[in-house]
Nanobody, 123 residues
Framework: QVQLVESGGGSVQAGGSLRLSCAASGLTYSNWCMGWFRQAPGKSREGFAS???????SYADIVKGRFTISRDNAKNTLYLQMNSLKPEDTAMYYCAASIRPIASLRSNDYKYWGQGTQVAVSS
């Protein structure tokens, strides 16, 4: 049974930082491309960071230069370092495992999803 469990969310002031983690089990983690998505109230889910099995990352423009995705294959863990947070970054954040061999920001490419961790950024 595949499980993805996010942690590290919380409340922070604008300009602050948070580091999210996603612990994976039940799959050969090192073989999977992984991604981070978020969904704000009243908005659709959006993909903004992904990383392939070799560590090559891609980002949406909305987070480029502020967020960093990384992975530790020995620990079966995905990370998201978020700096210079803005109130518009407030959302539920999800990690996901992709069925594609290359990094993707499209939710349809992802098969397994975590339950999410909430991030709230105040101004």
């Amino acid at each position: 049974q595949v499980q993805l469990v996010e942690s590290g969310g919380g409340s922070v002031q604008a300009g602050g930082s948070l580091r999210l983690s996603c612990a994976a089990s039940g799959l050969t983690y090192s073989n999977w491309c992984m991604g981070w998505f978020r969904q704000a109230p009243g908005k659709s889910r959006e993909g903004f960071a992904s990383i392939d099995s070799d560590g090559r990352a891609s980002y949406a423009d909305i987070v480029k230069g502020r967020f960093t995705i990384s992975r530790d294959n020995a620990k079966n863990t995905l990370y998201l370092q978020m700096n210079s947070l803005k109130p518009e970054d407030t959302a539920m954040y999800y990690c996901a495992a992709s069925i594609r061999p290359i990094a993707s920001l499209r939710s349809n490419d992802y098969k397994y999803w975590g339950q999410g961790t909430q991030v709230a950024v105040s101004s």
